[in-house]
């Protein structure tokens, strides 16, 4: 049974930093791409970040390019979001997803699997 969880999500002040982390189980994690999406309140989920099975190509949405790093750490199963000078449009469900595909160009629907999400709220 594959399972995504994610980890770090809480209230922060605007220009704060968070790290986020996801541990996945049930799969070969070094075969998939792993990406991060968010959902805010009323709107639809939307792409944030993608990292390649290596960690050698990235790719970010312009909203978070120069604010958000994503990394993977393969021998620990676990893909990091570290997310500097916060605002309150990045208030969301932050979810990770695993893709099999391993690119890092990617849409929602090529996602295999989802996280349950953990929720990010910045405070202004």
């Known amino acids: 049974q594959v399972e995504l969880v994610e980890f770090g999500g809480e209230l922060v002040q605007t220009g704060g930093s968070l790290r986020l982390s996801c541990v996945a189980s049930g799969l070969t994690f070094s075969n998939y791409a792993m990406s991060w999406s968010r959902q805010a309140p009323g709107k639809e989920r939307e792409f944030v970040a993608a990292?390649?099975?290596?960690?050698?190509?990235?790719n970010y949405a312009d909203s978070v390019k120069g604010r958000f790093t994503i990394s993977r750490d393969n021998a620990k199963n676990t893909v990091f979001l570290q997310m500097y000078s916060l605002n309150p449009e990045d208030t969301a469900v932050y979810y990770c997803?695993?893709?099999?595909?391993?690119?890092?160009?990617?849409?929602?629907?090529?996602?295999?699997?989802w996280g349950q999400g953990t929720h990010v709220t910045v405070s202004s």
């Open positions: 997803g695993a893709e099999r595909s391993g690119s890092v160009y990617v849409t929602l629907a090529d996602v295999d699997y």
């Open positions: 990292i390649s099975r290596s960690g050698r190509r990235i």
